[in-house]
């Protein structure tokens, strides 16, 4: 039981994932442990083919199939740990990728008034504007070649062979996946524990670029649907996911805020700038998962009104009219 949580109280729950390529042993315990020591449950997960998840082949980055893992992780949470934390303050954090994850995810109509908050960390909001960005580092001539990669993999797969990978990380004008600054690659690789979990290499299967060509997922486009409460945390050194995009999707989303980090993309995860970032985003949580406990004990309270008239009317033989027992 989380630490300072009333006897006999649910606590409530965050359910949590890292980004393209990351694994909960990359820095998410340094969050997740913040958020239990102050009552709340946290639920990390890895992605199918990465850290302490199984399935093949490894290393398969796909925005559709981590979404995917995200809606099992809701519906796990709800069905198999109901009891055990409270269900109905039910909260998503997502970093980089995964921030764009829990925007889509949390927007979804099945899934939407199920969610009481959402955090999301520097989250990659524009599939366009990053894929441009990405060919003016790289060149045009680079950027076929992944994409022909992506295709041979597909390919290759399709006919039972091995995966073809490229590059997850590496620096401006290379064939990676995410392009850095030699700063950034340097904090980037200073965030992975020694041994990670389930082999982890700097490597991803290519057909994400092929993916991403043929099928852009751009969160941007959905946070005009999202009814939880939002705060997005950017930085504004971040060249992958850039601040002025992020503004853009605060301007759309109908009840955010905005934390902004003089740093980039890979130092929130520093003891420099998490201790500000944790404070906040701790504080954010806790502030609407108590709105929501009133709002369940007001509902509890209607239902129970409710309840009785109609046992009330059933006895006395009436019909139950629910506008007789309106409640202020």
């Not at 039910?90 to 970093?95: F, I, N, Y």
């Not at 764009?100 to 909001?125: D, F, K, M, W, Y």
């Not at 990670?196 to 290519?206: I, T, V």
Request: hydrophobic letters at 40%; a neutral charge; one cysteine or more.
């Amino acid at each position: 039981m989380p630490k300072g949580l009333p006897e006999g109280e649910l606590p409530p729950v965050v359910v949590m994932a890292h980004g393209m390529g990351g694994q909960k042993d990359f820095g998410l315990h340094k969050y997740a442990e913040n958020f239990a020591q102050n009552s709340m449950a946290v639920f990390v997960f890895d992605y199918r083919g990465w850290g302490g998840s199984g399935g093949e082949p490894r290393h398969w980055l796909s925005a559709k199939r981590h979404m995917a893992d995200w809606r099992a992780a809701i519906a796990y949470v709800r069905s198999s740990m109901a009891g055990s934390v409270d269900i109905d303050r039910l909260c998503l954090w997502g970093s980089s990728f995964a921030g764009g994850h829990v925007l889509v995810v949390g927007s979804e109509p099945a899934i939407a008034p199920r969610i009481t908050a959402i955090v999301s960390q520097v989250p990659n909001l524009d599939a366009a504007a990053s894929t441009k960005t990405s060919i003016k580092q790289r060149g045009v001539p680079k950027s076929l070649r992944m994409l022909a990669a992506g295709l041979v993999d597909l390919l290759r797969t399709a006919v039972g062979r091995e995966p073809l990978y490229l590059p997850l990380a590496g620096l401006h004008g290379s064939l990676a996946f995410m392009q850095m600054t030699p700063s950034e690659l340097e904090r980037y690789h200073a965030n992975h524990p020694k041994s990670p979990q389930g082999g982890w290499k700097n490597l991803a299967r290519a057909a994400y670029s092929a993916e991403h060509a043929l099928f852009k997922t751009s969160p941007i486009k959905h946070v005009h649907a999202i009814t939880a409460p939002v705060l997005y945390m950017g930085a504004n050194k971040d060249t992958l996911c850039p601040m002025d995009i992020i503004k853009r999707a605060v301007a759309l989303t109908p009840n955010a805020e905005l934390y902004a980090a003089d740093c980039d993309h890979f130092e929130l995860f520093t003891p420099q700038h998490m201790p500000g970032l944790q404070q906040r985003q701790l504080q954010f949580l806790l502030q609407h998962v108590g709105h929501r406990k009133e709002a369940n004990a007001m509902q509890r309270e209607q239902d129970e009104a409710v309840a009785m008239a109609m046992a009330a009317s059933f006895e006395q033989g009436g019909e139950y009219e629910e506008e007789a027992v309106a409640t202020s």
